[in-house]
């Protein structure tokens, strides 16, 4: 049974999900020292923000498959020696989603009904009911920056709330858009029109900056600023500011420039409400994380893949059918390769046809070179670390695609310069069979399968039969044979199916022979 541990405190649902598939050992205080000496029993790891996946705990982890983050930031996860390692990462970032958005729309009502401040003046000792006048959010205009996970469930939310919502995101499609009821609109128009605006895009060189001074001093009057998303969308001073200025600007916020927050001019002002980075923290947040990752490592202890991995493209599951059929083809096209191209691999080149183009083909090149590398490396080649490794060994790795798939649905054809020599393969899936339809550009049609020689030689007349005669003596039946060439008399190309193995001393023969160039033995 696989063994998973467990090195930071989730919750038991988490757990649960895994009982019966997987040895769980529940070590929630596991040290740094332990860590290291023990990873390497454990087929899969989950984690919260604790526990560090170093490179060195990374490199000692021989077993390790998965590493799952239960949350959402994994800063304590080294991800380019996961990768280099042949490990997945994933994490559960729609778990925190309802529970940041509901943040949000507690920001919202304390900043529309000043609740923060009233709390405070009650507390105190006062009553200044007049001084609380507050504002209702039916009819008002919510300005979203940023309709992704987060976004779209502030925008569900604010619907009850009987808001009209506009939002800017310019990489959502109209019908995104449209299924939600929302307005795309422009920064600068939502900045104008929004009531209430509230952040919710990821921090990049983009968005860094992307409410400042200027964008501030447009904002409507009274209108509330939220961000729930990361510090320094908002530049702080910038904010602090048109604040002082303007008291009947309002903002909300959860996230910092700098955290924790220290020594802010924010905290002296009233028409602020301050939360500690506690967007996304709930008790049914940390469930879902805990549910969401042990779902997630038990699909990868049973060979399929997860949905969140974060060091290996995805692709949806329309591309991933349609691919489906040909990661055969690139399996048994890989095997040939690194039974035939033997050393000083410099270049790979694949080119994609047909039906198969206008979508990533990354599933299909990662198993190629997975199948390529395998064999040929110690440490373990798999889907995730199968670019870095061909990377690291110095390959150069081109693909392309064409629409001209010739008389078939799609081929993949490839190209490996090893040595000072080269050679070509293409292939094809026709009627659920995986075939080879050219060596080198001479054209051969025959199903991959089983034992296979492919052997070159000089187009004249006897060589066919003299091959067949060394075959022959050494007791080699051969079962199917195609033979290709670009014009009689030159260089053609043989690829049988046989009974039984091409040794290495039916090769030497048949490669002492008159007219015969090269043989190479292919086991699939
Ligand atoms: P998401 O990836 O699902 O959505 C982000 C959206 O932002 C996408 O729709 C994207 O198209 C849009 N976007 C990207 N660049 C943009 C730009 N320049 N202008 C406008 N839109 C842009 O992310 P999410 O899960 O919804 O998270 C949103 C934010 O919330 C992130 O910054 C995340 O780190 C933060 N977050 C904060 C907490 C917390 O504790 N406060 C918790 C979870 C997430």
Same mark, same amino acid.
């Given at each position: 049974?696989?063994?998973?541990?467990?090195?930071?405190?989730?919750?038991?649902?988490?757990?649960?999900?895994?009982?019966?598939?997987?040895?769980?050992?529940?070590?929630?205080?596991?040290?740094?020292?332990?860590?290291?000496?023990?990873?390497?029993?454990?087929?899969?790891?989950?984690?919260?923000?604790?526990?560090?996946?170093?490179?060195?705990?990374?490199?000692?982890?021989?077993?390790?498959?998965?590493?799952?983050?239960?949350?959402?930031?994994?800063?304590?996860?080294?991800?380019?020696?996961?990768?280099?390692?042949?490990?997945?990462?994933?994490?559960?970032?729609?778990?925190?989603?309802?529970?940041?958005?509901?943040?949000?729309?507690?920001?919202?009502?304390?900043?529309?009904?000043?609740?923060?401040?009233?709390?405070?003046?009650?507390?105190?000792?006062?009553?200044?009911?007049?001084?609380?006048?507050?504002?209702?959010?039916?009819?008002?205009?919510?300005?979203?920056?940023?309709?992704?996970?987060?976004?779209?469930?502030?925008?569900?939310?604010?619907?009850?709330?009987?808001?009209?919502?506009?939002?800017?995101?310019?990489?959502?499609?109209?019908?995104?858009?449209?299924?939600?009821?929302?307005?795309?609109?422009?920064?600068?128009?939502?900045?104008?029109?929004?009531?209430?605006?509230?952040?919710?895009?990821?921090?990049?060189?983009?968005?860094?900056?992307?409410?400042?001074?200027?964008?501030?001093?447009?904002?409507?009057?009274?209108? @509330?600023?939220?961000?729930?998303?990361?510090? /320094?969308?908002?530049? $702080?001073?910038?904010?602090? =500011?048109? !604040? *002082? %200025?303007?008291?009947?600007?309002?903002?909300?916020?959860?996230?910092?420039?700098?955290?924790?927050?220290?020594?802010?001019?924010?905290?002296?002002?009233?028409?602020?409400?301050?939360?500690?980075?506690?967007?996304?923290?709930?008790?049914?947040?940390?469930?879902?994380?805990?549910?969401?990752?042990?779902?997630?490592?038990?699909?990868?202890?049973?060979?399929?893949?997860?949905?969140?991995?974060?060091?290996?493209?995805?692709?949806?599951?329309?591309?991933?059918?349609?691919?489906?059929?040909?990661?055969?083809?690139?399996?048994?096209?890989?095997?040939?390769?690194?039974?035939?191209?033997?050393?000083?691999?410099?270049?790979?080149? @694949?080119?994609?046809?047909?039906?198969?183009? /206008?979508?990533?083909? $990354?599933?299909?090149?990662? =198993?190629? !070179? *997975? %199948?390529?590398?395998?064999?040929?490396?110690?440490?373990?080649?798999?889907?995730?670390?199968?670019?870095?490794?061909?990377?690291?060994?110095?390959?150069?790795?081109?693909?392309?695609?064409?629409?001209?798939?010739?008389?078939?649905?799609?081929?993949?054809?490839?190209?490996?310069?090893?040595?000072?020599?080269?050679?070509?393969?293409?292939?094809?899936?026709?009627?659920?069979?995986?075939?080879?339809?050219?060596?080198?550009?001479?054209?051969?049609?025959?199903?991959?399968?089983?034992?296979?020689?492919?052997?070159?030689?000089?187009?004249?007349?006897?060589?066919?039969?003299?091959?067949?005669?060394?075959?022959?003596?050494?007791? @080699?039946?051969?079962?199917?044979?195609?033979? /290709?060439?670009?014009? $009689?008399?030159?260089?053609?190309?043989?690829?049988?199916?046989?009974?039984?193995?091409?040794?290495?001393?039916?090769?030497?023969?048949?490669?002492?022979?008159?007219?015969?160039?090269?043989?190479?033995?292919?086991?699939?």
């Amino acid at each position: 049974m696989p063994k998973v541990l467990v090195a930071d405190k989730i919750n038991e649902k988490g757990v649960e999900v895994l009982e019966g598939s997987a040895e769980i050992v529940n070590n929630p205080k596991i040290t740094p020292e332990e860590l290291l000496e023990t990873i390497d029993q454990y087929d899969a790891i989950i984690v919260r923000s604790r526990t560090k996946m170093t490179k060195e705990v990374i490199e000692n982890a021989k077993n390790l498959k998965i590493i799952a983050r239960a949350g959402v930031g994994v800063d304590n996860i080294d991800l380019d020696a996961a990768t280099d390692n042949g490990i997945l990462v994933v994490n559960a970032p729609q778990s925190t989603s309802i529970t940041v958005a509901e943040h949000a729309m507690g920001l919202m009502l304390a900043l529309s009904r000043k609740i923060a401040i009233a709390d405070a003046s009650v507390k105190a000792g006062k009553w200044e009911k007049s001084k609380f006048m507050g504002m209702e959010l039916r009819n008002k205009t919510l300005g979203v920056i940023g309709m992704g996970r987060i976004g779209s469930q502030v925008v569900k939310r604010s619907k009850a709330f009987e808001m009209d919502v506009i939002v800017y995101d310019p990489y959502i499609s109209e019908d995104a858009a449209k299924e939600l009821g929302v307005e795309i609109v422009s920064l600068d128009e939502l900045i104008t029109k929004a009531d209430v605006m509230t952040i919710h895009v990821p921090l990049t060189p983009e968005t860094k900056g992307l409410i400042s001074k200027e964008q501030l001093a447009k904002m409507k009057d009274h209108a @509330i600023l939220l961000n729930c998303a990361r510090g /320094g969308i908002i530049n $702080e001073k910038d904010l602090y =500011e048109a !604040l *002082k %200025e303007r008291p009947d600007l309002k903002a909300g916020l959860d996230v910092y420039e700098n955290e924790p927050l220290e020594n802010s001019p924010l905290t002296t002002l009233d028409n602020v409400v301050l939360t500690p980075h506690i967007a996304a923290s709930t008790k049914e947040a940390q469930r879902d994380a805990a549910i969401i990752v042990a779902k997630q490592v038990k699909e990868v202890l049973n060979g399929q893949t997860p949905s969140n991995v974060l060091n290996m493209p995805l692709v949806d599951s329309e591309t991933f059918q349609q691919l489906k059929p040909y990661f055969e083809l690139t399996k048994k096209l890989g095997q040939i390769l690194v039974q035939t191209t033997t050393s000083n691999i410099s270049e790979l080149n @694949i080119v994609y046809s047909g039906k198969i183009t /206008g979508r990533s083909k $990354e599933p299909l090149t990662r =198993e190629l !070179l *997975k %199948e390529f590398l395998n064999p040929i490396l110690t440490e373990p080649v798999n889907s995730v670390n199968a670019k870095s490794v061909a990377k690291q060994r110095g390959i150069k790795l081109t693909e392309g695609e064409t629409d001209d798939s010739g008389n078939y649905d799609a081929t993949i054809k490839i190209n490996v310069k090893y040595d000072d020599k080269e050679m070509t393969i293409e292939g094809t899936v026709e009627n659920d069979e995986v075939k080879v339809i050219s060596i080198d550009d001479y054209d051969v049609n025959l199903n991959l399968e089983g034992l296979m020689g492919i052997i070159k030689y000089v187009d004249l007349p006897g060589t066919i039969g003299k091959i067949g005669k060394v075959l022959g003596d050494y007791k @080699i039946n051969i079962a199917e044979m195609k033979v /290709g060439r670009k014009s $009689e008399g030159g260089e053609a190309v043989m690829v049988i199916k046989v009974d039984q193995e091409i040794t290495d001393e039916v090769i030497s023969e048949l490669e002492s022979t008159k007219d015969i160039d090269s043989v190479k033995s292919v086991k699939l």
